[in-house]
């Protein structure tokens, strides 16, 4: 009798901490990078470390694969570390990350997979994180 | 051993693929404001922390969790 093969199943950690005690790390593909930073180019895999603290004003942000204009008017809107600094200061939350990470739009999807993410995982797993908060733009 | 994550997605069909572990999709946003328009200070807070939510009220993994925010 064939095996039915099952699909992938769904990558899961169970979440078992209270948030007001946790350290948050945002992880995004907006584009976003700091001034002074390298901005992203086209189909690029590169990423870029985003100080926790960081002034807002410096953020900017690689017009790819959306309108840029509600991110440069606020970055809250794609990559939201100000809301982040007020629930840290709300007591919503325990901590933020040293650094947030930020990449482009990247087309070479094995490579992605392959290589960078694991690199990407890689220096989030330093921070220390309890939870990871994920946008796309 | 991983790291806890959710989602905020305005691509849900693309990111069902992907199989996400937690996801919003926060209604009717588009890709450039996943967490609402510009200024909108309480609506980001509260996409923000309904995405956190998830966390502590999960629902089935790979599920994405729509909530209308329009």
């Known amino acids: ?137 | 051993m991983g790291i806890a994550s959710v989602l905020i997605t305005v691509s849900p069909e693309e990111s069902a693929q992907a199989g996400p572990s937690r996801a919003l999709y926060p209604k009717p946003f588009e890709v450039g404001q996943s967490l609402g328009p510009p200024g909108n200070t309480e609506l980001q807070t509260r996409i923000l922390t309904d995405a956190m939510d998830l966390l502590q009220h999960p629902s089935e993994p790979g599920t994405i969790v729509t909530r209308d925010y329009s």
């Open chain 1, 1 to 137: 009798m064939p095996v039915q093969i099952a699909r992938a199943c769904v990558p899961y950690t169970p979440f078992k901490k209270k948030l007001e005690e946790s350290r948050v790390a945002l992880v995004t593909t907006a584009g976003v990078y700091a001034e002074g930073m390298e901005p992203f180019t086209d189909n690029d895999l590169s990423f870029r470390m985003i100080p926790q603290g960081v002034e807002p004003a410096s953020l900017k942000v690689v017009p790819g694969h959306y309108d840029p204009a509600s991110a440069e008017a606020d970055i809250n809107c794609v990559f939201p570390v100000e809301r982040l600094a007020e629930l840290l200061s709300a007591g919503k939350i325990g901590k933020i990350a040293d650094y947030h990470v930020s990449m482009g739009l990247a087309t070479a999807l094995r490579k992605l997979k392959e290589e960078t993410s694991w690199e990407i995982a890689d220096k989030v797993a330093r921070m220390r994180p309890d939870v990871v908060i994920l946008t796309g733009g």
